[in-house]
């Protein structure tokens, strides 16, 4: 079944230089046998390291959270039941890391396993695997951004009731998002400030709350779909319009989901992963 599937990209490093490297984290866990690879990193939330492999420089794997509560129905035609199975079930996220310059591809789904989430299982599983992770930047556009009036800002944020906690400066938008998604039940809200007609820039205010919902997104409070923004680098120059997280955020990617075989789902979702590398 055809779909799409979302890709990001990361930075991760050492917080210290005693702790080992990401793949050889990732190898001491996978040598272990299942149920020991498997932590609970909190509430009804348990994480295991799947599958783990190495091609020629980079590594690739699957991270599963196991369910064991809440499961769906089996539906039959003539009507639903439960589950014939008295296992756990488990939905699955693929990586790739490059270990060259730290550039982590994952499968970005955060119902299943976010990045930061991904961050505890390892500090879980041994405490001794601290790691930070930082989605990657677009360092030109967002130079640009600082170095230019503004003339039209543009945020999209999903799951909006779901927005972690925000500074002084940001916290009018993001009471606006959490209200529209209230009011409206809207998965996705989009804002737009902007000089429309007018001529001039948008305050100064607003290079300041581009970089809270960017930090918001940094740190796994905010599942921003859309920064954009317009700028005017200089008089008799028009206004050009730059993404603040094209680097992090890829196209999203076809893939044809098989059905009932986990092992050629996750091969197919990990070749996307493998394609969306080789173009970072």
């Known amino acids: 079944m055809a779909s799409k599937l979302s890709c990001r990209f990361y930075t991760v490093e050492r917080t210290e230089t005693h702790v080992p490297p990401l793949a050889d984290a ?32 980079e590594i690739c794997g699957e991270f599963v959270r196991v369910r064991d509560t809440n499961l769906p129905f089996e539906v039959r035609q003539d009507g639903v039941q439960e589950l014939d199975t008295s296992n756990p079930l488990g939905d699955g996220i693929a990586f790739r890391f490059r270990p060259s310059d730290h550039t982590l591809a994952v499968e970005y789904d955060t119902k299943i396993i976010s990045p930061g989430r991904i961050m505890a299982y390892l500090f879980n599983y041994y405490a001794g695997y601290t790691y930070s992770i930082t989605p990657k930047m677009d360092r030109e556009n967002w ?30 938008v993001a009471h606006t998002f959490r209200s529209l998604g209230d009011a409206f039940d809207a998965p996705v809200i989009t804002i737009e400030m902007g000089m429309g007609n007018r001529k001039g820039e948008l305050a100064p205010q607003v290079k300041e709350l581009a970089k809270t919902f960017w930090d918001l997104f940094a740190s796994d409070d905010a599942d921003l779909r859309s920064l954009r923004a317009s700028v005017k680098p200089a008089d008799g120059v028009p206004a050009e319009e730059i993404n603040l997280i094209d680097e992090v955020l890829s196209d999203r990617i076809d893939v044809d989901y098989p059905g009932n075989n986990p092992d050629v789902n996750y091969s197919v979702r990990a070749q996307a992963l493998k394609d969306a590398l080789l173009t970072r």
């Open 26 to 57: 990732l190898n001491a866990i996978i040598a272990a046998p299942h149920h020991l690879r498997q932590k609970q990193i909190g509430e009804g939330y348990v994480v295991r390291l799947e599958r783990l492999s190495t091609e020629g420089h």
């Open 143 to 172: 130079q640009k951004f600082q170095n230019s009036p503004v003339r039209k800002l543009k945020i999209s944020i999903s799951s909006p009731t779901n927005l972690g906690e925000i500074e002084p400066e940001g916290a009018s």
